[in-house]
Nanobody
Framework: QVQLVESGGGSVQAGGSLRLACGVSGYTGGAYCMGWFRQAPGKEREGITSSIYTGGAIPVTYYDDSVKGRFTISLDNAKNTLYLQMNSLKPEDTAMYYC????????????????????WGQGTQVTVSS
């Protein structure tokens, strides 16, 4: 069973950067959709980026318009870690951030709602002040 553990959240001023990490364990092969979601207080959990994970380099990535050009999803295979590099942060980026995974057998990875993911990390808080 895949297990995910996020880290790297914190507080930053607008315009700053943070890098979130999602440690992946229990991977035994196959293709997974790997995504980053966020949930602000009083709002629904929303997907912001996803990729296909097959144990090698990420072949394709997807981004919500709200983060396109500012956030980058990447993978370090040697460390079994998925990253979310967040640049030019805005106060509206303030939220709890989660990584998620689901086995895919050819189904699309984007868009994919939170209900379509099976594995979740515990979340890490990102706070951006103006």
């Amino acid at each position: 069973q895949v297990q995910l553990v996020e880290s790297g959240g914190g507080s930053v001023q607008a315009g700053g950067s943070l890098r979130l990490a999602c440690g992946v364990s229990g991977y035994t092969g196959g293709a997974y959709c790997m995504g980053w979601f966020r949930q602000a207080p009083g709002k629904e959990r929303e997907g912001i980026t996803s990729s296909i994970y097959t144990g090698g380099a990420i072949p394709v990535t997807y981004y919500d318009d709200s983060v396109k050009g500012r956030f980058t999803i990447s993978l370090d295979n040697a460390k079994n870690t998925l990253y979310l590099q967040m640049n030019s942060l805005k106060p509206e980026d303030t939220a709890m951030y989660y990584c998620a995974a689901v086995r895919t057998y050819g189904q699309r990875c984007w868009p994919r709602s939170k209900d379509e993911y099976d594995y979740w990390g515990q979340g890490t808080q990102v706070t951006v002040s103006s």
